[in-house]
């Protein structure tokens, strides 16, 4: 099993910046990719990004680009996501998540992510 604990998230005004951190534990060499994804109020969780086990492959939602920045530090067992430039649409609950099955393409559906997070709060105001 995989245990993973976002943090980081908080209020903030538009143009402002957050980092986000999703710490794994337990089984983590089990994981080919981690995502994030979020949800706001009365619509459907949507995928924001992700990045490779070795780190070395990213992709972004394309409406993100350019705002959003993924990484990881293997060595801590931790996935970043720096989210520059926010705006109020913005506003979602932030999850991370953990893809064991090696997809033979970018995971970007919630049913290919076997682990996540609780959940991180994230406001954008106006």
């Known amino acids: 099993q995989v245990q993973l604990v976002e943090s980081g998230g908080g209020s903030v005004q538009a143009g402002g910046s957050l980092r986000l951190s999703c710490a794994a534990s337990?089984?983590?060499?089990?994981?080919?990719?981690m995502g994030w994804f979020r949800q706001a109020p009365g619509k459907e969780r949507e995928f924001v990004a992700s990045?490779?086990?070795?780190?070395?492959?990213?992709y972004y939602a394309d409406s993100l680009k350019g705002r959003f920045t993924i990484s990881g530090d293997n060595a801590k067992a931790t996935v970043y996501l720096q989210m520059n430039s926010l705006k109020p649409e913005d506003t979602a609950v932030y999850y991370c998540?953990?893809?064991?099955?090696?997809?033979?393409?970018?995971?970007?559906?919630?049913?290919?992510?076997?682990?996540w997070g609780q959940g991180t709060q994230v406001t954008v105001s106006s």
């Open positions: 998540a953990g893809d064991r099955r090696h997809w033979a393409g970018i995971p970007l559906q919630r049913y290919q992510y076997d682990y």
């Open positions: 990045i490779s086990g070795t780190g070395g492959s990213t």
């Open positions: 337990g089984r983590t060499f089990n994981l080919y990719t």
